[in-house]
C-alpha cells in the first residue's frame, strides 16, 4: 500500500507545477512532501526564451521582419506585402507559443513556469508584435517569483501592454484612459477600489508613456501632461510611476492579488479568513510572490480534502500534464497549436485584457469530447475528428480555413516510449498516479476497456473526466 504522502505529493505537483514528471512518478510516494516543496523552488539560472529576432521597422506601428524577408517583398504590392508580414509574425509568435509550452513541460524549475503560466493571464496582452510578445514573456518569467512591485513596473512599462492598451495614444489635452483603468481593476485594486475621478487623473500621470521604435520603454516628456492631479485622495504633480507606487501601498491590492492567486493555486472558493491573513503577509513581505507562495504550499490547509481534485485543467495545463506524464517524440510540434485552438486557450492569445476565466468555462459539449479523447488521439488509436465551433474567433484561423485540421493530421505526429512507461509504473496502481480524486471513478468500467496492460490502462484512466480534475 502506497504511503499517505502520495495524495499530498500529487496535489502539490499539480498546483504548483504542472504535475509529475516521467522520472519523478519512480519515488513520488515515498518522498517528503516538505522535501519536494524545496525541489520545486529551487532557483537554478534564469534561462531567457530566446531565438533570432530581426531589427524592428521603422514605422508608427512597429513591426518585426528580416531583411532577406524584405528583400523578397520589394516588388511585392502593398497588399501582398502585409499578407507576408502577418505570415512572419504568426510563425515567429507560434514558434514563442511553443517554446513557452515546453518551458513547462520540460523544465526543472515548475513553480517558477507555474507563476509565470498564471500571470501570463493575470496581465493579459496579445499583439501581433513577436518581439513585443517576448519581451513580456520574459519579463514575467523573470519576476513570476520575485516582487509584485518590479513585476507591475516591467510588465505596465512593456511595449505589448502599453500597446494592447493604447497608451501610446495617451497625450495631455487628449487623455486615453483604457490602460490607467485596467491597472486599476484587473491588475491591482480590483472594482470598488477607486472612483472614476481616479481613473481619469490616473490617466493624466500616465500620459507620455509609450515606446521607441526599438521596442523600449519611453517617456515622452512633450505629451505627458505635468499639471497637478488627485489620486487617491492625494494631490501632486504626479507621474505613472508615482501611480503605481500609490497602488501599492493600497492593502486593497495586496488583498485583490491574494485573493487571485489564492483561487487559481488552492479553490475556486475563497476562505476569506484565510486570505486576510495571507493577503496582510504580503503587504508586510514588500509584495513578496516567492514568501506568499511558500506560506500557502507549506499549510496544512492548503492539503485538505475538500481542495485536491476539485479544479478543472485548463488545456495548457491538461496538454503539459500530459506530455510530463508520458515521453514522447513530437514530429511536428506546430500541431499542438491547433489543440490549443480547438480547447480554447492558446498561449500568447488571450480572449481580452480579462484573460481567461477558469473552471466550468473549460467545459461544453465539444470540448469535453475532445479532452476526453486526446489520450487515444495522441496515443495513435483514432484520428482527430472534430470541428470548430460556429462562434470560434476568426483570427484563430480554424473556422476560415476547414481543410487546416486535415492538413495538420495527416499523418500521425506523436510516439509515447511506452516500454520507459511501463517500467516507471510496472507493479503500481495506476489510478493511485494519475487521478487526483478518484470517488467518483469507475475503476471496474476503466479496466473493463483494457487488455490490462499498462499502456492501455494509463490510456483509459487519462480518458476519464476525473482525469480533468487537479
Aim: proline fraction near 4%.
Amino acid at each position: 500500500m502506497d504511503a499517505p504522502s502520495l495524495p499530498n505529493n500529487k496535489h502539490l505537483m499539480w498546483r504548483a507545477g504542472f504535475g509529475p514528471g516521467i522520472a519523478q512518478f519512480g519515488d513520488l510516494a515515498k518522498k517528503d512532501t516538505k522535501a519536494l516543496l524545496n525541489d520545486l523552488f529551487h532557483e537554478e539560472n534564469f534561462q531567457y526564451i530566446n531565438y533570432e529576432t530581426p531589427d524592428l521597422l521603422e514605422t508608427d506601428d512597429p513591426m518585426m521582419t528580416s531583411a532577406n524577408s524584405m528583400n523578397t517583398m520589394t516588388a511585392a504590392s502593398p497588399a501582398e506585402k502585409k499578407k507576408e508580414m502577418q505570415k512572419i509574425y504568426r510563425q515567429q509568435v507560434e514558434e514563442l507559443n511553443l517554446n513557452f509550452l515546453n518551458k513547462m513541460v520540460t523544465s526543472r524549475e515548475q513553480m517558477r513556469e507555474k507563476m509565470a503560466f498564471f500571470w501570463h493571464g493575470h496581465f493579459a496582452s496579445r499583439v501581433q508584435n513577436p518581439k513585443f510578445n517576448r519581451q513580456i514573456l520574459n519579463v514575467i518569467r523573470k519576476n513570476a517569483l520575485g516582487s509584485f512591485k518590479n513585476l507591475l513596473f516591467e510588465v505596465s512599462q512593456a511595449p505589448a501592454m502599453l500597446n494592447f492598451l493604447n497608451n501610446q495614444q495617451n497625450k495631455k489635452d487628449h487623455p486615453n484612459e483604457n490602460f490607467a483603468r485596467e491597472v486599476m481593476e484587473l491588475f491591482t485594486m480590483g472594482r470598488g477600489n477607486y472612483t472614476e475621478k481616479d481613473i481619469r487623473e490616473a490617466a493624466r500621470a500616465f500620459t507620455g508613456w509609450s515606446y521607441d521604435k526599438e521596442g523600449n520603454f519611453a517617456e515622452k516628456a512633450k505629451v505627458h501632461d505635468e499639471g497637478s492631479k488627485t489620486f487617491l485622495g492625494k494631490t501632486g504633480n504626479f507621474t505613472g510611476a508615482d501611480v503605481l507606487n500609490m497602488i501599492l501601498e493600497q492593502k486593497t491590492t495586496a488583498r485583490f492579488i491574494t485573493a487571485k492567486i489564492y483561487r487559481f493555486f488552492v479553490n475556486e472558493n475563497v476562505d476569506n479568513a484565510i486570505v486576510n491573513d495571507l493577503s496582510e503577509g504580503f503587504y508586510q513581505s514588500g509584495y513578496n510572490i516567492k514568501k506568499l507562495m511558500k506560506t500557502i504550499f507549506s499549510s496544512s490547509w492548503f492539503y485538505d480534502k475538500k481542495n485536491i481534485g476539485t479544479r478543472i485543467k485548463s488545456p495548457i495545463e491538461l496538454m503539459a500534464g500530459m506530455m510530463r506524464a508520458l515521453p514522447m517524440n513530437i514530429q511536428n510540434p506546430e500541431n499542438l497549436i491547433v489543440y490549443q485552438k480547438l480547447l480554447g486557450q492558446m498561449l500568447l492569445y488571450p480572449p481580452n485584457v480579462s484573460g481567461w476565466t477558469n473552471g466550468k468555462s473549460w467545459i461544453d459539449s465539444s470540448t469535453l469530447m475532445l479532452r476526453l479523447q486526446i489520450p487515444q488521439i495522441w496515443s495513435g488509436l483514432r484520428p482527430l475528428d472534430y470541428h470548430p465551433k460556429e462562434d470560434d474567433d476568426l483570427d484563430m484561423g480554424l473556422k476560415n480555413n476547414p481543410n487546416a485540421l486535415a492538413k495538420s493530421f495527416k499523418n500521425p505526429n506523436i510516439t509515447i516510449d511506452w516500454s520507459r512507461v511501463e517500467q516507471v509504473f510496472s507493479g503500481k496502481n495506476l489510478e493511485d498516479y494519475l487521478i487526483q480524486n478518484g470517488r467518483s471513478l469507475d475503476l471496474a468500467s476503466v479496466k473493463n476497456f483494457s487488455d490490462h496492460s499498462v499502456k492501455m490502462n494509463i490510456i483509459n484512466l487519462m480518458s476519464t473526466p476525473e482525469y480533468q480534475l487537479m
